[in-house]
C-alpha cells in the first residue's frame, strides 16, 4: 500500500464546476503539499499545509491531521486547470517527500 | 528571480549508453534533490544533496546511477549504462534549506527514452 494515495486518479469536468481533489497518507507528517505539474513536466508547488486551509485565488487546500487527510479544492474551474495535481507528504524527522502517483484533471470549456 | 534550469529537455538513446543531465538550482538554494518520474507515477526521489554533501541516496541505483554536485551549485546525473526501464522524467528541485517549511521549486525536467 502506497503511503500516499489520492483520488480521483483521473477527474474530466465542465468548465465552471466546483473540484475535489483528495489526499489520504499514512504517515506522521510535519508538511503536506499540493502540487500541480502541466504537460511537458515542469511542476509547480501550490500549497504547504501543517495545519488547517490555506486559500490562494480559487484555489483551497485543507487538511485534518487526526484523519491524515487532505483536499484540494478548485472553485469556477477553467480549461486552464488542467494540469496533473500531486499530493507531497514531509514525514516527521524526514528530509524529502513523499509523493502520491497525482490526480489527472481535465476541464472541459 | 531565475527558476530552477535543466539540460538537455529531451534525450534519446539505446540501452546500454550513457547519458549525463544537468541542473543548476535557484541562486543560494543549499539543498537540491533529483527525481525520477516514470509515467503515470508521482516523482521518486533519488538523491538529495545538501551543498555538496549528500544527505540521501537510499532510493538511487548505485550500480549504474551516479550525481555529483562538486561545488555545491550546479549538478550533474549520470546512468551508466542505461536499461529500458530507465526511461522517465528527470526532474532537479531545489529549496533553501530542507526543513519542513521550505518550499521545493522544480526545473522543467528530462524526459529520458531509453530505446
Known amino acids: 500500500k502506497n503511503e500516499v494515495e489520492q483520488s480521483p486518479q483521473n477527474l474530466t469536468a465542465q468548465e465552471g464546476e466546483f473540484i475535489t481533489i483528495n489526499c489520504s497518507y499514512s504517515?506522521?507528517?510535519?508538511?503536506l503539499h499540493w502540487l500541480q505539474q502541466h504537460p511537458g513536466g515542469g511542476i509547480v508547488s501550490l500549497f504547504m499545509?501543517?495545519?488547517g486551509k490555506k486559500k490562494h485565488g480559487r484555489l483551497i487546500a485543507t487538511i485534518n491531521i487526526q484523519e491524515k487527510h487532505s483536499s484540494l479544492h478548485i472553485t469556477a474551474s477553467h480549461p486552464r486547470d488542467s494540469a496533473v495535481y500531486i499530493c507531497?507528504?514531509?514525514?516527521f524527522g524526514q528530509g524529502n517527500l513523499i509523493f502520491g502517483k497525482g490526480t489527472k484533471l481535465s476541464v472541459k470549456p | 528571480e531565475a527558476g530552477v534550469a535543466q539540460s538537455p529537455r529531451y534525450k534519446i538513446i539505446e540501452k546500454r549508453q550513457s547519458v549525463a543531465f544537468w541542473c543548476n538550482p535557484i541562486?543560494?538554494?543549499?539543498?537540491l534533490y533529483w527525481y525520477q518520474q516514470i509515467l503515470g507515477q508521482g516523482p521518486k526521489l533519488l538523491i538529495q544533496?545538501?551543498?555538496?554533501?549528500?544527505?540521501?541516496d537510499s532510493q538511487l541505483p548505485k550500480d549504474r546511477f551516479s550525481a555529483e554536485r562538486l561545488k555545491g551549485v550546479d549538478s550533474t546525473l549520470k546512468i551508466q549504462p542505461a536499461k529500458l526501464e530507465d526511461s522517465a522524467v528527470y526532474l532537479c528541485?531545489?529549496?533553501?534549506?530542507?526543513?519542513?517549511?521550505?518550499?521545493?521549486?522544480f526545473g522543467p525536467g528530462t524526459r529520458l527514452t531509453v530505446l
Open positions: 528541485a531545489s529549496s533553501l534549506a530542507a526543513g519542513p517549511t521550505d518550499t521545493q521549486y
Open positions: 504517515v506522521g507528517i510535519s508538511a
Open positions: 499545509l501543517s495545519s
Open positions: 507531497a507528504v514531509l514525514g
Open positions: 541562486s543560494g538554494h543549499a539543498t
Open positions: 544533496f545538501q551543498n555538496n554533501g549528500v544527505v540521501d
